[in-house]
């Protein structure tokens, strides 16, 4: 991996796991969310207790005049609120409202990621073939060093996700690991 973003602090990134799961295909994600969610709420506590930025970076669903707050009531009032609950974004967590499958299209991020002082991204959520895959890409061409925790993703289609991890991996140099072997950095300064 090259890059000057790996000289920098970690950020984890939680793609579209505020999600209400009505929609298309939530039937074939929602057993791989329910794998995920219990090991994706040990990494979101290993990250607060490092100090590194825990930033949730989620869809719309289409209620362009809402905000996060309200995107977490929604979820948290559907018959999959238990997908929501043990990885709800804490009063103060970084949000970011995405419009499409990468997170850095037509958002603040990259700003945001370049303020905190972090170089590598460790990217987290749903779905591994298309939001995961594509805001990885974007991370690549941005010069940010890339981790993706394979137990701390989940996908609709588990064909698709094994071609996306591989995808990631060598094409975009990123670091595929189980969840318990991420390591976080803090941001130079913050001594983490």
Request: glycine share 8%; aromatic share 6%.
């Amino acid at each position: 991996m090259s890059g000057s973003g790996e000289t920098g602090g970690s950020a984890l990134i939680v793609i579209d796991m505020v999600n209400t799961y009505e929609h298309e295909d939530a039937e074939l994600l929602t057993p791989a969310a329910e794998r995920v969610v219990p090991v994706l709420a040990r990494l979101i506590g290993r990250a607060r207790d490092a100090e590194v930025p825990v930033i949730y970076a989620n869809d719309n669903f289409g209620l362009w005049r809402s905000h996060h707050g309200e995107l977490v009531e929604a979820a948290l009032s559907r018959p999959h609120a238990d997908l929501v609950e043990p990885i709800r974004p804490a009063d103060d967590s970084l949000f970011v409202v995405k419009t499409r499958h990468s997170i850095f299209h037509d958002t603040p991020l990259s700003y945001l990621l370049r303020q905190l002082g972090a170089g590598t991204l460790v990217l987290t959520g749903q779905v591994t073939e298309q939001c995961v895959l594509y805001s990885a890409l974007d991370a690549h061409i941005r010069h940010f060093g890339i981790t993706v925790p394979r137990d701390a993703v989940a996908s609709i289609h588990p064909h698709l996700e094994a071609a996306a991890l591989e995808m990631m991996e060598c094409n975009m140099g990123a670091r595929i690991v189980g969840a318990e072997d991420v390591t976080f950095r803090g941001a130079p300064g913050t001594g983490g």
